[in-house]
């Protein structure tokens, strides 16, 4: 229904369909297989859906507002392994976070993945890091400045640092990081000084086990291990 109906209402009868479809996602909670998916990647590739995964708890207020304003499908993403572990005060007020502008570095990023980096980061300072946000509408400009046209100054993320290396938690085959690792090289390759490095969870099943689902899903050790690999290429 979601990608067949609601993602082609506009395109078919030219009609809005303003719906939000909020549900869980995400491991390291030892849920299993039917309960850690990251499924955002199988929705992102219908044209017409919006996808929102938020950072932060200021992040899932801006983004729930806006999804509900938004006059297309925003399928909401809410990652389990946050639910009852942070605590942050909301900003008052009309506070709405756009759909589809990425998070600048250094803004507290608590993201479960986000998280996984601070503690990275704990072990060794990274030159710089960008949260999207957004599965679906992906700006690449968040990354890069396209030499098609000029982007803030802030946004140009490939140019300032010539390595990339990706963290998502969803299995690598056919997960996002493959999509802007084929964008990135696409427009930015002169800019790099090493291959685009991803790290991301195993192609299998989660296992329930605690100490296999280690295994599976991106660590601490892995990112540390990826970046020294791209700084010492």
């Known amino acids: 229904m979601l990608t067949n109906y609601v993602a082609t209402a506009r395109y078919r009868a030219f009609l809005p369909c303003p719906m939000v479809v909020r549900g869980p996602s995400g491991g390291y909670v030892r849920g299993g297989p039917f309960h850690s998916q990251n499924p955002e990647a199988a929705f992102v590739h219908a044209p017409g859906l919006k996808v929102v995964c938020p950072a932060t708890a200021e992040d899932a207020k801006g983004l729930i507002k806006a999804a509900i304003r938004d006059d297309d499908c925003v399928l909401f993403f809410e990652h389990k392994y946050l639910y009852r572990r942070i605590k942050a005060g ?119 086990a605690p100490s296999l689902e280690d295994l599976v899903l991106p660590q601490t050790s892995d990112i540390v291990r990826g970046a020294r690999w791209v700084l010492n290429y």
Do not use: Q
Not at 113 to 137: D, L
Not at 142 to 159: D, L
Not at 179 to 194: G, K, Q
Not at 195 to 204: E, F, L, S
């Open 90 to 208: 909301m900003p008052n007020g009309g506070h709405v976070v756009p759909i589809g502008k990425a998070r600048p570095p250094g803004k507290g990023r608590t993201s479960r993945s986000s998280r996984t980096r601070r503690r990275f980061g704990k072990r060794w300072r990274p030159p710089s890091s960008s949260n999207a946000r957004m599965a679906s509408p992906w700006r690449s400009s968040t990354f890069a400045r396209w030499r098609r046209w000029t982007t803030p100054r802030s946004t140009r993320r490939v140019e300032k640092t010539n390595c990339v290396l990706i963290v998502h938690e969803d299995t690598r085959t056919g997960g996002l990081a493959g999509e802007i690792t084929a964008r990135l090289n696409e427009r930015c390759f002169s800019w790099l000084d090493a291959p685009v490095m991803r790290i991301t969870a195993h192609d299998v099943a989660l296992p329930y």
